[in-house]
């Protein structure tokens, strides 16, 4: 979708809710409906006008990033510029109910009596679960530069290295590579830490016999990337074998059920299920995967209890697991493409159980 035509569909949206006005301050929802990159900024969108209110650091930066806009000048507070935006009131106003905090809502309640304040859910998180070509591009460029580098990874990861240590140097080889910045924090865990799904990397060092879950993705113009793989110190012992077979045919149970029309919960219970038949379903106690774009997680949501309905254009990523306190951990986690007959996996990479 153009620019424009992502104005038209909020639009759309506010005939449905029979609102004057919708309010965007996420900074995802932000840079997907007006290209604005800036740390700080607010969006007014109205039936027929489209207002950014930025601060003085961004007054330029808007110009040249999001030049349909109007520019309000704010010190950051909604109820600043309501009044200019809106004009004489009432007015309905929506706005992003997961994202205005309690704080700014009591605020623009005492600054602009006259507007009635709207709660809206996922009005443009929906929109952005569908990626258009530009945006698969980015994606796919993400995908592809955690590709790139995958072969490095096993010269980071020897004997006695620290898990802190070997992180930061993929950082290094990602940002060296490309990407713009870490989407989130490396998650490298060995051995009884790979039992913490979302383990930082600490100062523990590898050691033979280690399991190790090592989580990483790249940034590309904005969208992100997002990849799992699991890998053993030295020879993997049966267990290992073991675990990591079950989570891989979760993963492959899970891939091929990736069609248009297909519902999130069903793509979640086919990983469950190998998992539970497996006698291990007390251990995958997380959902199976996530929409992936400007925010690492997004719409749609691939867990049990999601309502959301896969279609052509997402990308969510597939990423069952299986957890042991004391033992540790086995994750496989790759990013798909929902395409018109199926689903196109972006991060092609073996996902045999990598022995270092
Ligand atoms: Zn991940
Ligand atoms: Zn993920």
């Not at 979708?1 to 506010?14: D, P």
């Not at 010190?75 to 510029?81: A, F, L």
Request: with cysteine; glycine share 12%; hydrophobic share 45%.
């Amino acid at each position: 979708m153009s620019a424009g035509e992502r104005l038209a569909a909020v639009r759309g949206k506010l005939g449905e809710l029979s609102l004057d006005a919708f309010l965007v301050l996420g900074a995802e929802n932000r840079r997907y409906l007006s290209g604005f990159t800036g740390s700080a900024g607010g969006l007014i969108i109205t039936p027929d006008r489209a207002f950014l209110a930025t601060d003085y650091r961004y007054l330029e930066q808007v110009q040249t990033e999001a030049p349909g806009f109007t520019v309000l000048k704010w010190k950051n507070r909604p109820g600043e510029v309501l009044a200019q935006a809106l004009g004489p009131g009432p007015h309905r106003l929506g706005f992003e109910k997961e994202i205005l905090t309690c704080g700014e809502f009591e605020r623009i309640k005492a600054a602009a009596a006259e507007v009635e304040l709207v709660p809206v859910e996922g009005l443009v998180e929906n929109l952005r679960a569908v990626k258009d070509a530009d945006e698969l591009g980015a994606i796919r460029e993400a995908a592809a530069l955690v590709v790139s580098v995958w072969e490095r990874v096993p010269a980071l990861l020897r004997e006695g290295r620290g898990e802190a240590e070997a992180a930061l140097d993929l950082e290094f080889e990602l940002r060296r590579a490309g990407s713009e910045e870490a989407p989130f924090q490396i998650i490298l865990a060995s051995g009884p830490q790979a039992a913490l799904p979302h383990a930082r990397p600490g100062g523990r060092r590898l050691a033979r016999g280690d399991v190790v879950i090592l989580d990483v993705g790249a940034v590309r113009r904005g969208y992100a990337s997002d990849f799992t793989r699991t890998l053993v110190v030295g020879p993997a012992e049966s267990r290992h074998r073991e675990l990591h077979q079950i989570v891989v045919q979760a993963r492959d149970a899970a891939v091929a059920k990736v069609a248009p029309g297909v519902k999130a919960a069903e793509v979640d219970r086919a990983a469950r299920e190998v998992i539970a038949a497996a006698g291990y379903g007390e251990a995958f106690g997380h959902g199976l995967g996530h929409g992936v774009g400007l925010a690492v997680h997004e719409a749609p949501r691939l867990t049990a209890e999601s309502a959301d309905v896969l279609a052509a254009g997402m990308v969510v990523t597939i990423e069952p697991g299986l957890y042991i306190p004391g033992w540790g951990g086995v994750r496989v986690e790759d990013m798909v493409l929902v395409t018109p007959d199926g689903c196109e996996v972006l991060t092609p990479l073996p996902t045999d159980l990598v022995e270092l």
